[in-house]
């Protein structure tokens, strides 16, 4: 959470105290809520609407875990299925992360599916996310975008950046009106977004 772009009302839920006490104790942002509680039986009261995101970065399946125990509160098989159970039933928006797994793709069978390469430099892992809800042709957030590291948004702005800080008025007045008269429609979205 503390990654993304802020939003106006933000939900930060984990079963565990421990964890809930170093996020009280660290803010993510001011307009973080933070609550102790499962994450399943929460949601299952929770009025989402279509407006609403849901992220979900729960305790991996265990027949994707490479050790039997990593946090505090695991979840089990029907653990699983029940927070499956409640989230394909949610209104809005909704991601899931995990490693690829029968259940997961079987109950989220009609959702798309993202496969990404994480891990540390020891071990890579391929990463699942599964959204119930089509590409963006917009993205919310684009400090992170791009294939890599190297391949990073940031840099590329960083660089632009520097090159256009060097030209003089008249040639950047010329490269807004020529954005302007490109890409209305993204030039009046990035205006009005601020």
Known sequence: MRAKKPSPI????????????????DPI???????????SEFLEVYPADRHDMVYLDQPYHPEVRSR?????????????????KVVT??????MISGYQSGLYDEVLSAWRRVDLA???RRVRRVES?????PPSARLHDTRCLGADFRDRT????????????ALGHNERDAILRWLADAYPEEVAHALGSR
């Open 129 to 133: 996310l599964w959204m119930n809800f």
């Open 68 to 84: 039997a125990r990593t946090y505090q509160h695991e979840y089990n098989e029907r653990e699983h299925r029940q927070l499956l």
């Open 154 to 165: 940031k840099r590329r702005r960083l660089s632009l950046a520097r090159r256009v800080g």
């Open 89 to 94: 039933s949610l209104g809005g928006r909704i």
């Open 29 to 39: 942002a001011p307009s973080c809520q933070i609550i102790c509680a499962d994450a």
């Open 10 to 25: 933000q939900i930060g839920i984990d079963v565990d105290p421990e964890v809930v006490a170093r996020w009280i104790a």
């Open 118 to 120: 994480a891990g540390t």
